[in-house]
């Protein structure tokens, strides 16, 4: 069992940045694929971006590619989410998500199904 704790949201003004980060528990997640997903107040939850095990293929959704970028430390089994250029749009939750799936390619990382594990959320606010 994998426990996930996000931090690092907050309110910033559009053009900012932020760095969320992922602390996960219960075990190493050195051979987990990570990634985030976020929701908006009324819309569906989406997929943001994942990583694989070590650290080499990283999967963008199109909404955030070039200015989100996504890395990890398995050292500190740690999953960090650095957000620059930030609009209203990007306003949410976050939530980071894991699994121990082997699945790959685009596509089967950015379902919802695919991760087992979630944490709790964290908000991140883009003003003006």
């Known amino acids: 069992q994998v426990q996930l704790a996000e931090s690092g949201g907050g309110l910033v003004q559009a053009g900012g940045s932020l760095r969320l980060s992922c602390a996960a528990s219960?075990?190493?997640?050195?051979?987990?694929?990570m990634g985030w997903f976020r929701q908006a107040p009324g819309k569906e939850r989406e997929f943001v971006v994942a990583?694989?095990?070590?650290?080499?293929?990283?999967y963008y959704a199109d909404s955030v590619k070039g200015r989100f970028t996504i890395s990890r430390d398995n050292a500190k089994n740690t999953v960090y989410l650095r957000m620059n250029s930030l609009e209203p749009s990007d306003s949410a939750v976050y939530y980071c998500?894991?699994?121990?799936?082997?699945?790959?390619?685009?596509?089967?990382?950015?379902?919802?199904?695919?991760?087992?594990?979630w944490g709790q959320g964290t908000q991140v606010t883009v003003s003006s």
């Open positions: 990583i694989n095990w070590s650290g080499g293929s990283t």
């Open positions: 219960g075990r190493t997640i050195s051979t987990y694929t």
């Open positions: 998500v894991a699994t121990s799936n082997r699945l790959s390619g685009s596509y089967a990382l950015s379902r919802l199904q695919y991760y087992n594990y």
